[in-house]
């Protein structure tokens, strides 16, 4: 029998209209709203298209949401400017740079001069430290904190199990790592990480209950790679070449969709699986600092 698809189109409406709902509370109870600041530095095409996806996700659930575009060729110090205009805004909650940024700018520095408690992103070095110490109390990363939503609600809770993490960014594998090795719910896993210099990738693969492959190379992971009745989290998009097509090119993750459906017993689906998670749980995250800032 193929394997129950994940849906997280589905999932992300379901919290989407939660937030909207806390967001209309909130707005009840103070008079007041959380604040979203997107600042998108250059013109690439898929970042402009993602930043747009954030602000209106974030007006549809009752957020206020301000995108600032710059030019491409702004000096970083202009930008460190502006982020900490935000970080003294008291309407902004929460703070996004999109990456990657102009060559000329730092990112490492940009990242460190937003304010922690309005690290939406999750990428700050004191959020990061947090989050790998244990702290429960701390903003995370997006799409890992939604691979988490995804496993959790469809019964698919990490604990105990041996999760795998195929890939070592800090955006995704690193902290996917520290959420699965939390203690409480949403954690307590077993957690391997490997990564492209990982030798025999399928020796390590196939020990996984939960194998989370995030390494934006197609067909990384293939059906004998994976254990019978395994979770797989696909959190890879790449495009790939398809001339029949109206765009010219097809969304594939980076495992080999219909070979592994065979074998897994829950799949996630590229699109339509971890991506639209990652700009819930930004709105979600936004929300979380707007209620901290209250306290
Ligand atoms: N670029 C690709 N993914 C992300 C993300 O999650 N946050 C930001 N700020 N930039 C990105």
């Not at 209950?209 to 390494?215: G, H, N, P, R």
């Not at 790679?225 to 765009?247: L, S």
Request: proline fraction near 7%; charge should be negative; aromatic fraction near 2%.
């Amino acid at each position: 029998m193929p394997a129950q698809l994940i849906s997280g189109r589905e999932i992300a409406a379901t919290i989407r209209s939660d937030l909207a709902e806390r967001v209309a509370r909130l707005k009840a109870d103070t008079g007041r709203v959380p604040g979203l600041a997107t600042v998108l530095v250059g013109e690439d095409p898929a970042s402009q298209s993602y930043v747009r996806m954030k602000n209106s996700a974030a007006k549809e659930a009752g957020i206020h949401s301000e995108q600032i575009t710059l030019p491409a060729d702004t000096p970083e110090a202009e930008l460190l400017g502006l982020v900490a205009g935000l970080n003294a805004n008291p309407d902004i909650h929460g703070i996004l740079v999109q990456l990657p940024l102009p060559g000329q700018i730092d990112e490492q520095k940009v990242l460190e001069a937003i304010d922690p408690a309005k690290d939406v992103d999750g990428f700050h070095p004191v959020n990061v430290g947090k989050l790998s110490t244990g702290a429960t109390d701390v903003l995370a990363p997006c799409t890992p904190w939604g691979v988490i939503q995804m496993l959790l609600r469809t019964g698919n809770s990490p604990r105990g199990k041996h999760c795998v993490v195929v890939g070592r960014s800090n955006i995704v594998g690193r902290p996917m790592a520290s959420l699965l090795l939390r203690r409480g719910e949403g954690g307590d896993a077993t957690v391997t990480v490997a990564h492209s210099r990982t030798p025999d990738l399928g020796a390590i693969t196939r020990q996984a209950d939960i194998l989370i492959v995030a390494v934006g190379r197609p067909d990384t992971v293939t059906a004998d790679m994976v254990r019978p009745g395994a979770v797989v989290i696909d959190v890879g998009v790449n495009r790939v070449d398809a001339p029949d097509t109206d765009r010219g090119y097809r969304l594939v993750g980076d495992v080999d969709f219909d070979g592994v459906r065979e074998v897994a017993s829950w799949i996630t689906p590229v699109p339509g699986g971890v991506g639209p998670m990652t700009i819930t749980m930004l709105l979600s995250n936004t929300v979380d600092a707007f209620e901290r800032s209250l306290e």
